[in-house]
């Protein structure tokens, strides 16, 4: 059946694309390459030819799959396929690669024995497998005797290239065997040079390393990110009944920014889309010119070699550009024109549909201080002109500039979101929390009991540490002994706070030794009143949101298997070491704000006013990037030019721009050393380029103003903040239930979303909710209900989940009873068709002013689908069961009536999920454990038009309400909420009034 597409909104969308655009979206089959310059509109090109292949075709939304390497670029493509076509774009498949990959491995797991049986690797297990088999294997260039780790990090790193071009150890062997054979050169006659010789030296040290490593982690049962991916291109490969399986499952293939796919993401579309000689519905966007990815794999090899594998693929020129004027795109093309093309025709110039504007100006300062503060007036002059703050970007090269520039604009009052990628452990939060775990891991170490003295929140006056130094001197007694000593500190004038801090560390050091590292870094975080400094503290979502990735990113280290205080502390030294872990992104709600951020990030992004900072010699272009370990070998190294790469970011950079192009450099770097322009500068052609006067700007800068303090915004209280986390998240039930119970609660545990530990009984829920959701789907594929098959899934999933060793044996025996009970009750139930782990999102109209809809979102754990489209819900629950009453709502407990909400809810979703094509026949509270008697019980309700019309009514005060902030001077129920929530609520409400 052709999908319900608004032949109205396709209408008037379709009347106004060009024809290079509307040749693109009618051609739906075979293979299509379309080269999308920048500013040409390919979201909206494949969004309509999603919309005109539902339109023209009876291909159903689910058979359509469209590949994006981004979760943003696949929601913006979800969100505008929904807005043209309805609920039916939920059902289009946008995903990631790598979401791709994971969804084919959970459903077909038989095929992936090693991923399914195994544990994705942590960045610090890779370092430590590294290092331990560099000390004990057989190396000749990659362990030099000063440091013998030296390499390991571009051992990690060039592991992670070869995984990435599917390059087995056995395969990277037979690479450079032939490299030896014929060195490099083809010409056998030739001597091999010294570079030549060098560089095969440190690739056979990498081979050997690469297959222990291998080894390793077989033996390890672990996994790499990379081999995810990997895993699904080789599968599919070599199994044709998965291949076969999912070609016929993908009608229609669609990837976007194509050239920087990497070899295994292009080996599984060449996969997916068949025989090549059969056309394949493949449509692959992208643009050489801004092919950026180098580092992380990308080729543009691939890009290029898409005529070559199907010779018959219709090509399609993007050259009206919708963004820029005419100055901006002839300055950015005048540029690329010094790389050489590497699909064989011509390149096309970009035509401004907007017609000529200003010159793209350039502004020499004589150093970096003055340039960061010359941009900070300019982009102020661009406010008071007219322009809002948040359609001017400054773009930098580097990380550590982009914090710098927003440094400079918040000392001149500017708000502004800084969005550079750093570690994590640049984050003020982590750094914190870290120097506290250190001062807990090695208590009875003065210099330890320091630290945590100095502390910001420690409650410690930094006069009573220097006071306790100069004791610790004159009493010739360790500074943690004179801490003890009350009656010393006392006669010393020290504040009792300095022995109050001891007994914490000493109480917090006991007992760690019996907890679960990262549940007790997450304690050691409440009651040591970090968490409620951050929360006062400007930027408190952006720390909050560090802490709770660098916990997250911790945790599996603490899961795998039991460990120390110091085992843990240990693997956060090595990724501190060498710069490992999740990347802190700063960030802040747009609206209102300059944007600060590096040209990879800004990709894909458009403003009015674009500043490109630093722009000299060494920065952009000219980067002194030599790898530490090389592999000429590989075909895609061959003549490859460092500055071809940076001169396409630079490009990407210029084509940000709308109406006005800054660009701006000094003539000396951080050190005072005279530097040059960058050679892209000169490379824009010149009579597009307009000098711009600074000698009135100097007159008035004082360099004085680089050490003025930051001009502050209003802390916690910020409407934009809290509408931008709630417009991001949406509403899901669980938040909903928690909102009525206290809004505080939900603003704590769902909006700010403070970090908390999974308990062990809701992680024992989730493994078995898995094992469940496999028993169920093994019965669709087979027609019988495998236990055993469940049974193991189960216990896989319940070795990852965070759960301490000693109640680890009690959830096994507890899991494998309630399994096996229930495939005996309700085998035959088990069999019937539906759909497992549904996740549904939907646009929720409402009337509250600047809103306009809000994105409900659940996830139902099974759906029973009956011949006439009426459909059963299942919801699973484990532990004790609930009364009937208890689950309507009818008792004075405080969780009452949670559970009939959420059936409720859950119709609320239905009604709009595929058009409202299925009616809830029923909806299902599912006690998957027996209970107390030893039976199974299933409560059985219908929910009625009127609960559905509550649940709207409902849902639309809440909304009103968080958007409002009208909770905000409520008090903090500590009967209903965690008194460490109603004591960071209080302090909020109090900072908030002496704010005013």
Known sequence: MTAPVSKKLFSELYKQLNPAQKEAVDTIDGPVMVIAGPGTGKTQVLTLRIANILKKTDTSADSILALTFTESAAFSLKKRLVDIIGTEGYRVRAHTFHGFSQNVIERFPDAFPRIIGGAPTHEAEKLLLLKKIIETATLSSLRPSGNMFYYVNPIKGQISSLKREQITPDKFKDILDDAEKDGVSGDETEAPSASFLKALSKARDLLVVYTAYEQALRDEKLYDYDDMIVEVSRTLEEDENLRLSLQEEHQYILADEHQDANGAQNKILELLAGDIHANPNLFIVGDDKQAIFRFQGASL????????????????????????????????????????????????????????????????????????????????????????????????????????????????????????????????????????????????????????????????????????????????????????????????????????????????????????????????????????????????????????????DIRPLSARRTRSLEDIFGAIETMKEYGLGPKHVRTAPKEGRVRVMTAHRAKGMEFSSVYIVRSQDGVWGNRKNQEKIPLPF?????????????????????????????????????????????????????????????????????????????????????????????????????????????????????????????????????????????????????????????????????????????????????????????????????????????????????????????????????????????????????????????????????????????????????????????TLREAIIDYVEPNDRGKYRKEVFTVTDEEVQEMKDTIERVVSEIWDLSFWNTPCDPSVVDAFYCDMVNAIQNNTQSQK
């Open 301 to 552: 090899d691939h890009f290029a070699g898409f005529i070559k594998k199907y010779p018959s693929a219709k090509v399609v020129d993007l050259t009206d550009n919708y963004r820029s004027v005419q100055e901006v795109l002839d300055g950015a093309g005048s540029l690329i024109e010094h790389n050489a093309p590497p699909i064989d025709r011509p390149r096309v110039s970009l035509k401004s549909f907007r017609g000529n504007g200003k010159k793209i100006q350039k502004a020499t300062l004589s150093n970096p201080e003055a340039e960061r503060f010359f941009v900070a007036s300019s982009v102020l002059n661009d406010i008071r002109s007219g322009i809002e703050p948040s359609e001017i970007a400054i773009i930098t090269r580097r990380n550590q500039d982009a914090t710098y520039f927003g440094d400079a604009l918040s000392k001149k009052g500017i708000p502004n979101s800084v969005e550079s990628d750093q570690s994590i452990f640049q984050a003020q939060t982590v750094s914190l929390i870290i120097t506290l775990f250190e001062s807990i891991v090695r208590f009875g170490e003065d210099r330890a009991f320091f630290s945590a003295c100095l502390l910001p929140f420690s409650g410690v006056h930094p006069h009573d540490v220097y006071r306790l130094s100069r004791v610790s001197k004159v009493e010739r007694r360790s500074v943690t002994d004179i801490a003890k000593d009350t009656d010393l500190l006392k006669k010393s004038n020290i504040s009792l706070t300095v022995h109050e801090m001891y007994n914490r560390l000493a109480t917090w050091r006991k007992h760690g030794e019996n907890t679960e590292p990262v549940a007790f870094l997450e304690s050691v975080a409440r009651e040591s009143g970090l968490i409620a400094h951050i929360v006062q503290e400007d930027g408190s979502h952006e720390e909050m949101e560090s802490l709770r990735a660098f916990l997250d």
């Open 634 to 918: 590989l075909v895609d190294e061959d003549g490859f030019d460092d500055d071809e790469e940076e001169r396409r970011l630079f490009y990407v950079a210029m084509t940000r721009a709308k109406d006005t192009l800054t660009i701006t450099y000094s003539e000396a770097n951080d050190t005072g050393k005279l530097t040059l322009a960058s050679p892209f500068v000169d490379e824009i052609q010149t009579d597009l380029v307009a000098d711009v006067p600074v000698e009135d700007f100097l007159k008035t800068f004082d360099v004085v103003e680089s050490f003025a303090p930051r001009a502050r915004r209003p802390l916690v209280k910020d409407k934009e903040v809290i509408r931008d986390l709630f417009l991001s998240q949406g509403l899901a039930v669980t938040a909903l239930n928690n909102y009525l119970k206290s809004p505080w609660l939900y603003f704590m545990r769902n909006l700010v979303r403070i970090p908390e530990m999974p308990t062990p009984p809701l992680e024992y829920g989730n493994a078995i909710h898995s094992a469940l959701q496999a028993l169920v789907n093994r019965g669709f594929e087979r027609g019988e209900v495998d236990v055993a098959y469940a049974l193991v899934c189960f216990e896989s999933e319940l070795s990852r989940r965070f759960i301490p060793e000693s109640l680890r044996p009690d959830y096994m025996e507890r899991g494998q009873v309630a399994i096996e009970g229930y495939a005996k009750e309700y085998a035959k139930d088990i069999l019937l068709p539906g759909k497992t782990e549904l996740s549904i999102e939907i646009p929720f109209d409402v009337s509250v002013p600047d809103v306009g809809a809000v994105r409900l979102r659940g996830k139902i754990d099974r759906l029973i689908i009956h011949p006439d489209d009426t459909v059963s819900v299942i919801d699973y629950k484990t532990g004790k069961h609930k009364s009937r009453n208890q689950i309507e709502g009818k008792t004075k407990d405080l969780n009452s009536g949670d559970m009939k909400r959420q059936l409720i809810f859950y119709k609320v979703l239905l009604s709009s999920f595929m058009g409202g094509k299925y």
